[in-house]
């Protein structure tokens, strides 16, 4: 069986034959350990946010630069991975993403060995250019990876490991980076100088021994690939269909409608998950170690979401439900931003567990209709991702101006929320698609 492109362009073909699911087992195991490792990534994160800005004396806009590092790799190295994949394949650019992520985390030995935040992001952004790659390759690869009538079924299983990621990822990150000292301003200031030195260089080095671990993996992950023999995607020649250009694409509203919804769908993502443990320590009370802890059942809450919204879909339109859960989550916003004590840690929990089916939900709605613009439209909808670089920065801002008040800040994902209320209600309706 061959799977080929809808638009009958040139395009890499796996040929599968039945009764050869045993030989797609294990290279399926190995590309779904990928969904894992850059669901660890992207989910220490959130315990790097609040650890540098102690090791480094930042403020809450300077930490979020973290984020930023990331997610603006994912915006500048989006088209270069595609046409890596299409010059070098899917295998050689998975292990290229593997060695580069790897190279970003050992990067972070020398960041903290001199406590250069400087050098922190740029571990970061290097990072980000490993998983752009990463995610571009292993994405479709999963998809395709069998017969063509179970690729979602597929790619949903492999996507899973990345919600358990979201849960596994803080509860390592509290573990073995947070340290649970937490010194206030007046403290600081009273130490001895070499004392101060001491401690803040503890702090910074915390991050060495996981990061280490971490690139080990990735490295020994691209031996595995390296010589594992993986389904080959041999190209195959037909006519090669003329494309829509890549900004007239926009004219179909729904699609413009949903780049922005996904836009400020990740921005939301990324600043609840980046001051969880800010707002627990200072709107539930709890210590560092335990909000770590709490941001791992967060965790556990997103991927729960995922599986029983899934369910759900069976029944409701999916424009329904991204609505209702956006309704819900502004009801949870203003919880977090006006509760006090353990109800903020159970409207963030909340809020993980409504967002979970949004990213797809949106992806897919967007794409309704466009059929030979398709390519274009998911290209839109990746790059869109970049809210998770923007909107956490403007989120510290406030909080800054708001004198640390970390509650205060959660008034951005609120306004995300109802952006994206306005898409499942109105902005998803199809008013123009291709004949």
């Known amino acids: 069986m061959q799977i080929t492109n809808q638009s009958g362009d040139q395009h890499e073909v796996l040929t599968s034959e039945k009764g050869t699911g045993n030989k797609y087992l294990l290279p399926f195991i190995l590309i779904t350990s990928l969904f894992f490792l850059w669901g660890m990534a992207h989910n220490l994160d959130s315990i790097l946010i609040p650890h540098l800005k102690k090791a480094c004396e930042l403020n809450n806009r300077q930490s979020t630069l973290i984020d930023t590092a990331v997610f603006f790799a994912y915006f500048i190295m989006a088209i270069p991975a595609g046409m890596l994949i299409k010059r070098f394949g899917y295998k050689n650019s998975i292990i290229t993403g593997l060695l580069v992520f790897a190279t970003g985390a050992f990067l972070f030995v020398p960041a903290a060995n001199t406590r250069t935040y400087e050098l922190f992001l740029f571990a970061l952004f290097v990072i980000g250019c490993g998983l752009t790659i990463l995610e571009t390759s292993a994405n479709p690869y999963a998809a395709i990876l069998g017969p063509a009538e179970s690729s979602s079924k597929r790619l949903n299983l492999a996507a899973s490991f990345n919600g358990l990621a979201a849960m596994v990822a803080p509860i390592v990150g509290s573990l073995f980076i947070l340290s649970g000292k937490t010194h206030t301003p007046e403290q600081m200031a009273a130490m001895p100088d070499a004392t101060k030195a001491a401690y803040l260089l503890e702090e910074a080095s915390a991050v060495k021994l996981p990061y280490i671990i971490l690139g080990s ?15 080959s995607m041999k190209p195959q020649h037909t006519e090669v269909e003329v494309k829509p250009g890549f900004f007239s694409v926009l004219k179909f509203s729904h699609l413009s409608w949903a780049v922005v919804a996904q836009f400020f769908y990740v921005g939301a993502q990324v600043c609840i998950t980046s001051f969880f443990i800010r ?14 802890y709490y941001l791992g059942i967060y965790g556990f809450l997103f991927m729960t979401g995922r599986f029983i919204g899934t369910f759900f879909l069976k029944f409701v339109k999916d424009y329904v439900l991204l609505s209702i859960y956006c309704v819900i989550s502004i009801f949870l916003c203003l919880v977090a931003i006006y509760g006090t004590g353990i109800y903020v840690i159970y409207a963030l929990g909340g809020i993980g567990f409504f967002m979970s089916i949004m990213f797809p939900t949106i992806f897919s709605l967007g794409l309704v209709g466009l059929k030979s613009n398709t390519e274009t439209g998911s290209s839109w909808l990746v790059m869109s991702i970049v809210g998770g670089a ?25 306004l995300c929320f109802v952006i994206i209320l306005y898409f499942g209600v109105f902005g998803h309706k199809v008013k123009n698609v291709v004949s």
């Open 217 to 231: 993996v990735l490295v020994l992950v691209a031996i595995l690939f390296y010589f594992m023999h993986l389904p």
């Open 279 to 292: 707002i627990a320590q200072q709107g539930a009370g709890l210590d560092e170690k335990t909000a770590g």
């Open 390 to 414: 923007i909107l956490p920065y403007g989120m510290g801002t406030l909080i800054d101006m708001k004198h640390d008040d970390i509650q205060s800040g959660y008034i951005i994902p609120l």
